[in-house]
C-alpha cells in the first residue's frame, strides 16, 4: 500500500510538475511583489505576508525536489540568522519582518540561493542609499525599506541564480 502510494505520488508530480512550478512561481512572485511594495509604503512586512510565502515554500517541496530538505533548513537559517545577529549589534539595522521573510523564502530558496538573494539585496540598497545621499534626499542616518530589495534579490535569485552562483563560485 505505501509503495503504491509513492508510486502514484511520483507520478502525480512528474505529470504536474511544470505547471504546479508555475503556479508556486507565480505565487512566490506574487507575494513578495505585495511584500515589497507595502514595506515600501509603510516599512512593515505583515506577518500574514511571511506566512503566506512560508506556506508557498513549503507547497514547493514536492515540486521542486532539486532542492533538498537539509538544503532548505538551512536556508531558512542562513541568511536570516546574518540579519538577526546584524539586528543584535546594531539595534535597528533591519526589521522583524525582514529577517523573518528571509527565513520563510530560505525555506523556498535553499542555503545558497538564500546568501545570493541576500547578497544581491545588500548591493542593490547600499546602491540606492549611495544614490539617495548623492542627491542629497537623504543622509547617512536616513532609513530606508529593506524589504524591496530583499524581494528583489529573491526574484534575481530564483529567475538567474544558476549562472549567479557559477560565475561567482
Not at 545570493?116 to 549611495?130: D, E, N, W
Not at 532609513?143 to 557559477?166: K, T
Request: proline residues 5%; charged residues 10%.
Amino acid at each position: 500500500m505505501i509503495n503504491h502510494f509513492i508510486l502514484n505520488t511520483d507520478l502525480f508530480v512528474q505529470r504536474w510538475n511544470p505547471a504546479g512550478r508555475a503556479v508556486i512561481l507565480c505565487l512566490f512572485f506574487g507575494v513578495l511583489t505585495a511584500a515589497a511594495w507595502i514595506d515600501g509604503k509603510t516599512r512593515t512586512i505583515p506577518d500574514k505576508l511571511v506566512l503566506a510565502v512560508l506556506g508557498v515554500s513549503l507547497l514547493s517541496i514536492p515540486l521542486f525536489p532539486e532542492i533538498g530538505l537539509p538544503d532548505r533548513l538551512f536556508g531558512m537559517c542562513s541568511a536570516s540568522l546574518l540579519l538577526l545577529v546584524l539586528t543584535l549589534c546594531v539595534p535597528g539595522a533591519f526589521g522583524g519582518g525582514d529577517i523573518k521573510l528571509m527565513a520563510a523564502c530560505g525555506v523556498f530558496l535553499g542555503w545558497r540561493y538564500s546568501l545570493l538573494a541576500l547578497g544581491i539585496a545588500v548591493f542593490l540598497g547600499a546602491a540606492y542609499g549611495s544614490w539617495l545621499l548623492f542627491i542629497k534626499k537623504a543622509d547617512r542616518k536616513t532609513r530606508i525599506a529593506f524589504g524591496p530589495f530583499l524581494c528583489a534579490g529573491m526574484a534575481a535569485a530564483v529567475l538567474w541564480g544558476d549562472p549567479m552562483i557559477s560565475i561567482f563560485f
